[in-house]
């Protein structure tokens, strides 16, 4: 059977919060028809966008179950299904299909820092066990393991694993996994800092899974439509040297700390982080609101920009 094909933004989705630190699920509505309506193709729920880690093990099953009830069109539902351990993250995936999900992200298991060969395995026995698209994270800089492109690229023919998500620092492997052509979906991460897009686009990767598009998903459905004619890549250049500045004001602060507080500055349904994450501070916020500003994003979305920003406070 034809694995599932993913092309285009790929949003890892904040978690909004109500006001009592409870998680806003008409939030996750809004979020997710307005992800829906602006081109994006997948989303990722539930990943360290999501704060997943400070989430109950109850809040995560919620969160599946009633965010899945919520699919719009074609727009896929994906899920962050890593756990402590092997087992504990074959139950989440076990969880995740019942519950109705299109697809499941993992990552090597936090603090650890496992050695490659062991990750390999895990990714390997995760995807035996349950009959459910999954997508690869090799993400070094939150969880130190960095697998080679051969642990990829072998992972990569397993029918199950349909998405990789590099996040390496060693930009070079993006031409190894492009040029090998696995039968899998390549995106990259959209930090700036890391360097992974341009290579990524320009040798035939298929998008990004992005936290940017939290704040502007159109520009980054966009920035990551393959080149599959020489125009699609001036589109490319121009899209992605307009988005700079925000996409590096994205990644300004820890993973998801600059896009909620942007998200709750401009008025879409975030709420505070949980802590001990707190928000921006507000003449950092304030660059954020200006980018948006000068993009034009708050007449294309339609939002309300404030006279004065005011800090996101924690939980």
């Given amino acids: 059977m ?18 009592d630190g409870s998680v806003d699920f008409g939030g996750f509505r809004t979020l997710i028809d307005w992800h ?6 997948a989303i990722l729920i539930m990943g360290s966008t999501g704060e997943v880690s400070m989430l109950t093990p109850d809040e995560r099953r919620e969160i599946v179950e009633k965010t899945a009830a919520m699919k719009v069109g074609g727009m896929k539902m994906f899920y962050g299904c890593t756990g402590t351990s092997t087992a504990a993250t074959i139950a989440y995936l076990k969880h ?30 995760c995807a035996d066990a349950v009959e459910l698209p999954i997508g690869i994270y090799n993400n070094p800089p939150r969880v130190k393991s960095d697998l080679h492109w051969d642990h990829l690229l072998r992972l990569m023919k397993h029918p199950n694993i349909v998405v ?26 959209d930090s700036p800092n890391l360097g992974l897009v341009v290579p990524t686009m320009s040798l035939g990767g298929h998008g990004t899974a992005n936290m940017t598009g939290n704040i502007d998903p159109a520009g980054m459905a966009r920035l990551s439509t393959p080149w599959a004619t020489p125009e699609q890549s001036v589109v490319f250049r121009e899209t992605y040297l307009r988005l700079l500045p925000l996409l590096h004001f994205t990644y300004s602060a820890i993973n998801p700390v600059a896009v909620k507080s942007l998200m709750k500055a401009v008025g879409l349904p975030a709420g505070d982080l949980r802590r001990p994450l707190t928000g921006l ?22 939002w309300r920009l404030p006279g004065q920003v005011m800090p996101l406070a924690a939980e």
């Fill in 2 to 19: 034809a694995k599932m094909r993913i092309e285009g933004s790929f949003v890892a989705l904040i978690t909004p919060f109500n006001a």
């Fill in 36 to 41: 829906a309506r602006s081109g994006t193709s």
């Fill in 96 to 125: 995740a299909k019942a519950a109705g999900a299109d697809g499941a992200i993992l990552a090597a298991p936090a603090y650890i820092c496992a050695p490659e060969d062991d990750i390999e395995a895990f990714f390997a026995e």
């Fill in 164 to 189: 990789l998500k590099e996040s390496t620092t060693r930009v070079g492997q993006v031409a190894q996994v492009c040029a090998a052509q696995p039968d899998a979906t390549i995106m990259c991460c």
């Fill in 281 to 302: 501070k507000p003449d950092h916020l304030a660059r954020g609101v200006a980018i948006v500003k000068a993009l034009g994003l708050d007449a294309q979305y339609g």
